[in-house]
């Protein structure tokens, strides 16, 4: 089963995060290797002028309503659909026929867990039996899951131009919410000494935890050398100014902001677990540190910022595994695949 295939990216949000720019990202490569693409849902202020210029159709879609009138409205070969809201409206729109005939019906896994629940009864219960077929983003959230899955990493466009080598800024960009223990990442900016010598620690982001991160870097006096910019939406720029990259979450589905990084050419040091294993994994072993330890985060950094040669060579072998299995062009072949095999079985 070749050819073009029509395809309906669905995900219940207003929001622009992590999985919205994933839904962008990958609806823009299947238009424009072919495919006719839809997207419901996502902030659409930011996602309908990129999708519109990819020719790509949006509908907005706040509720779990709206998904579902959307997703009965059309006539498409795969419905796509990401995080459980999304799941679930697909399984309501499909559990009635309707005018059209029910396309096949993919779930991308995005975080390493296993879908809620509604009172006593799991998602999954409702989900899964409706579901063709899932995508897992990483190793992390397919062991995760409970269902069978295919991986299907996700991908970044290349970088032409490289960050700076010799920049003393270690960057962080994610929201600042306690699960992503940026908090962490403070203190191990403060336990390496690194302030004192003219790096500076840069966290683009926003959330509940920014006042306490500021009072602590107060309190572990590095203010002066610490700071935080808020929600930025030019994170590639700040990429490209970056000397080392921080990312402290221990469970990301696969890590978006690292796999950007790796794609700029800037060192990471990530917390060895979830997704970053699958980033980072075999890399230098600086560049991964045992999850909730600041003082092995702090080593990271210190030993990297010492060693010139081995941060060009860890940012070179990044932004290498990056290019090899982490491109767009891998995800939209691996998703087609996925596609095409749920497809054939919603036929038989």
């Known amino acids: 089963m070749t050819g073009r295939l029509r395809i309906l990216h669905a995900v219940r949000s207003t929001r622009f995060a992590g999985v919205e720019r994933f839904v962008l990202r990958l609806a823009v490569a299947q238009s424009e290797s072919g495919h006719e693409v839809r997207v419901v849902g996502g902030d659409p202020g930011r996602m309908a002028p990129a999708l519109r210029t990819a020719g790509v159709l949006f509908t907005p879609a706040a509720t779990v309503r709206q998904v579902v009138k959307a997703l009965r409205s059309v006539d498409v070969d795969v419905a796509n659909t990401h995080m459980t809201a999304a ?7 499909f559990a009635v026929p309707g005018r059209h005939r029910r396309p096949a019906l993919v779930s991308t896994r995005h975080f390493a867990a296993p879908r809620g629940s509604i009172g006593a ?5 409702l989900i899964a039996p409706r579901v063709d077929a899932e995508i897992s983003i990483s190793r992390a959230v397919a062991a995760s899951t409970g269902l069978p899955s295919t991986i299907v990493h996700t991908g970044v466009p290349a970088v032409s131009t490289l960050a700076r080598r010799d920049s ?4 962080m ?8 223990q940026t908090i962490l990442g403070v203190h191990a900016f403060a336990a390496s000494g690194l302030a004192s010598e003219g790096w500076t620690l840069v966290v683009a982001g ?8 500021a009072d602590l870097a ?3 006096g590095v203010s002066d050398a610490v700071r935080l910019l808020g929600f930025r939406d030019d994170v590639h720029t700040l990429l490209g100014e970056a000397g080392m990259f921080l990312a402290t979450c221990p469970r990301e589905g696969l890590g978006l902001a690292v796999l950007e990084a790796m794609a700029h050419g800037v ?3 990530a917390a060895r ?8 994994r075999g890399l230098d072993e600086r560049a991964l540190f045992t999850p909730g330890d600041p003082d092995a985060a702090a080593s990271a950094l210190r030993s990297l910022a010492d060693d010139a040669p081995g941060r060009s060579a860890l940012a070179e072998s990044a932004r290498a595994r990056q290019r090899d299995r982490f491109s767009m062009s891998a995800q939209v072949t691996g998703t087609d695949a996925v596609y095409r095999a749920a497809m054939r079985r919603r036929k038989r």
């Open 87 to 93: 799941d679930g409206a697909a399984a309501v729109a």
């Open 273 to 280: 677990a979830a997704g970053h294993l699958d980033l980072l």
């Open 168 to 171: 003393r800024t270690i960057l």
């Open 267 to 269: 060192p990471v040091v």
């Open 218 to 220: 107060e309190e572990l």
């Open 121 to 125: 009864i799991r998602w999954d219960t």
């Open 206 to 213: 926003d959330g509940p935890d920014r006042p306490e991160l």
């Open 173 to 180: 960009a994610q929201r600042l919410q306690p699960e992503k």
